[in-house]
């Protein structure tokens, strides 16, 4: 049967920022309740190494880092429910929101920290070889690749930034686009042309990801339309962007052009009082680990003191 849950705050999301969010709301008395949705712990339960997050000297993996923030956020009194949320009624406090078994989630306030996720190719190779050689995200993972060859598939700002980063660490990059022209935006493409660490194959498209002998991992990319069939390489770089998931919430809050949650520069508010946002699904700049938690911590902090403004309110025209 149904059940009706009460919360001073409900997190919707279970990666770093809503576990984030979760600790810090417990230490402060909130009794947070986490809504986990489909995928507990976040993009980070499917990352192998973590080498960038602070605090560990050694190389740690994404789904034990994920176990350890959830142990932390329900030690100090956070409650997780495995449960995705598929109504929301923001129109007046408390919030209701609703599961997809139908259990009924009544809020004072709203963290939703649902993130985005990265758009794939959809080509052969592309997820058996997830954090062996393919990946979607320079900043996490180009450390690992120095000194080394690598591509980038894309054509756009994400696509651009991606090679000029992974310049830092290596000397041969290709950018592969499936065009003849890019869409980034012009100074990226100046500073990408005038970089000779990097070379671009145009009008071609990645058919597969091509894997070596036993546990070797990417050794290479078929494109279609090349000469030789192959594009030798250790890293390959998904760059087409990233989905936010911020379906729920068409019509209910603003959302930027991209569809992210728009927020008050600055903070975690968005246009609904008591209504908060953290995480990927509001940050398509830095898209890491660490400024999700940070935002995490944010989003609890304002939800703490807008409680406390409308408790003060409450008692003062009482």
């Not at 000297?57 to 932390?72: H, R, Y």
């Not at 058996?128 to 690598?150: I, P």
């Amino acid at each position: 049967m149904p059940a009706t849950h009460h919360t001073k705050m409900l997190i919707l999301g279970s990666g770093p920022a809503g576990l984030s969010a979760a600790i810090y709301a417990a230490r402060a008395g909130m009794q947070p309740i986490v809504v986990q949705g489909l995928q507990p712990g976040g993009q980070l339960t499917i990352t192998t190494d973590v080498e960038n997050y602070p605090g560990f000297a050694e190389v740690i993996q994404g789904p034990w880092l994920m176990e350890q923030m959830t142990a932390q956020a329900t030690h100090v009194g956070a409650s997780m429910i495995w449960d995705t949320i598929v109504d929301v009624d923001l129109l007046q406090r408390p919030f209701r929101l609703t599961g997809d078994g139908g259990d009924v989630y009544v809020a004072e306030t709203l963290v939703i920290a649902t993130g985005a996720q990265a758009k794939w190719l959809g080509v052969p190779g592309e997820q058996e070889l997830g954090g062996k050689g393919v990946s979607a995200c320079a900043t996490c993972d180009g450390f690992f690749y120095r000194g080394k060859k690598v591509v980038v598939i894309g054509g756009g700002n994400t696509a651009v930034e991606e090679a000029l980063y992974l310049t830092n660490h290596s000397d041969d990059v290709t950018l592969i686009h499936r065009r003849d022209t890019l869409r980034a935006e012009k100074i990226l493409q100046d500073r990408l042309h005038a970089n000779p660490k990097i070379k671009v194959l145009w009008n071609k498209k990645v058919d597969r990801f091509v894997a070596g002998e036993g546990t070797a991992g990417l050794v290479g990319v078929d494109l279609i339309d090349t000469v030789t069939g192959h594009e030798r390489t250790d890293g390959g770089f998904v760059a087409i962007g990233h989905s936010p998931s911020t379906e729920l919430f068409k019509g209910k809050l603003p959302l930027d052009a991209d569809g992210y949650l728009a927020v008050t520069p600055g903070t975690s508010l968005t246009a609904v009082p008591g209504v908060f946002a953290a995480g990927d699904v509001t940050d398509k700049v830095y898209r890491q680990a660490i400024t999700a938690a940070g935002m995490g911590c944010m989003a609890a902090l304002d939800a703490e003191r807008f409680l406390a403004e409308a408790e003060y309110h409450a008692m003062v025209d009482a």
